[in-house]
C-alpha cells in the first residue's frame, strides 16, 4: 500500500559530497516523522537523522555538522545531504518514514522502510 524509493547513493572519496532522496508513494493519508538509518556490515542499523513534520531535526553525533535532513511534503520526500564524507561513512543507508494510510485509523501511524542505498567512502 505504500512504498518508499530511494536513490543518490553510489561511490565518492573522502571528503566528497552526496544527496540522498527519498519518496513516498501509495495510500499516503499523512506522514509525520521522516528519517534516514544506516548499517554498515557487521554492524547494527543505526540512526543517522530525524526530521518531524514540523522540521525539528535531530541527528547521531557523529554526523553532526556534516549531514543535513530535509523534506519537501508536497512530494512526500526525505532528503540527505552529506558532505565532508569519511570511510566510517560506508554503509546502506535506509529511508524510514511514519505513515497513516487512506482507510486506515487516521492517527495511526506506521513505520516504513525504503530498500536501501549504498554508500561507499573510499579512495
Known amino acids: 500500500q505504500v512504498q518508499l524509493v530511494e536513490s543518490g547513493g553510489g561511490l565518492v572519496q573522502p571528503g566528497g559530497s552526496l544527496r540522498l532522496s527519498c519518496a513516498a508513494s501509495g495510500r499516503i493519508r499523512s506522514i509525520s516523522t521522516m528519517g534516514w538509518y544506516r548499517q554498515a556490515p557487521g554492524k547494527q542499523r543505526e540512526l543517522v537523522a530525524t526530521?518531524?513534520?514540523?522540521?525539528?531535526?535531530n541527528y547521531a553525533d557523529s554526523v553532526k555538522g556534516r549531514f543535513t535532513i530535509s523534506r519537501d511534503d508536497a512530494k512526500n520526500a526525505v532528503y540527505l545531504q552529506m558532505n565532508s564524507l569519511e570511510p566510517d561513512d560506508t554503509a546502506v543507508y535506509y529511508c524510514?518514514?511514519?505513515?497513516?494510510?487512506?482507510?486506515?485509523?487516521?492517527?495511526?501511524?506506521?513505520?516504513?522502510w525504503g530498500q536501501g542505498t549504498q554508500v561507499t567512502v573510499s579512495s
Open positions: 526530521i518531524t513534520r514540523l522540521t525539528i531535526t
Open positions: 524510514n518514514a511514519n505513515i497513516a494510510i487512506i482507510g486506515g485509523l487516521p492517527n495511526l501511524y506506521m513505520a516504513y
